[in-house]
T-cell receptor, first 115, second 110 residues
């Protein structure tokens, strides 16, 4: 079974540009999460989808970040316009359900560098 | 204050050694506890959940002390393949998102 996949693996953009990250969860997983790790800090939660609905977006840093999951399958995270402090690794995770019994499986991440 | 605090290390230990990692969490409402393992430039992967009674999986033993809000991971008979960053992770009751520590880096030396 394929794991969580993310595209691109790396992205280097200039400040002020737009970048869109994509996440394909494990097939059949209704729950999709975005996390990010900025340099030197811990991995932090951004938001959680259940199917196509945003269940919790309390971790989204500001309105320059827009996450979508149309159709409840893959998700995109758009940063517009990008700022230097947005540099980091963006991880996507998915789970079949919620709660302790359901493991969150992480993708390999997208390394974003804003110059 | 951070939700989860860990000693970043690094811990450099010889093969066969026993090594212990600790972490503390700040929110008493935390309900679920985990250790994840992350290899360099890879995704975090669940190593084991941590239960109140403590649990063991082969060479790995996890302990939870709710009163002290303290979690530990013990690795016995370290292998070269254990070299990685170990992330302490908690989940609050009623929430689904995970809170991560910054991780503790372990290097097992031949």
């Amino acid at each position: 079974e394929a794991g969580v996949t993310q595209f691109p693996s790396h992205s280097v953009i200039e400040k002020g540009q737009t970048v869109t990250l994509r996440c394909d969860p494990i097939s059949g997983h209704d729950n999709l999460y975005w996390y990010r790790r900025v340099m030197g800090k811990e991995i932090k939660f951004l938001l959680h989808f259940v199917k196509e609905s945003k269940q919790d977006e309390s971790g989204m840093p500001n309105n320059r970040f827009l996450a979508e999951r149309t159709g409840g399958t893959y998700s995109t995270l758009k940063v517009q316009p990008a700022e230097l402090e947005d540099s980091g690794v963006y991880f996507c995770a998915s789970s079949q359900g919620t709660g302790t019994a359901y493991e969150q499986y992480f993708g390999p991440g997208t390394r974003l560098t804003v110059t | 204050r951070k939700e989860v605090e860990q000693d970043p290390g690094p811990f450099n230990v010889p093969e066969g050694a026993t090594v212990a990692f600790n972490c503390t969490y700040s929110n008493s409402a935390s309900q679920s506890f985990f250790w994840y393992r992350q290899d360099c430039r890879k995704e975090p992967k669940l190593l084991m959940s941590v239960y109140s009674s403590g649990n063991e999986d082969g060479r790995f033993t996890a302990q939870l002390n709710r009163a002290s809000q303290y979690i530990s991971l013990l690795i016995r008979d370290s292998k070269l393949s254990d070299s990685a960053t170990y992330l302490c992770v908690v989940r609050k009751g009623g929430a689904n998102n995970l809170f991560f520590g910054t991780g503790t880096r372990l290097t097992v030396i031949p």
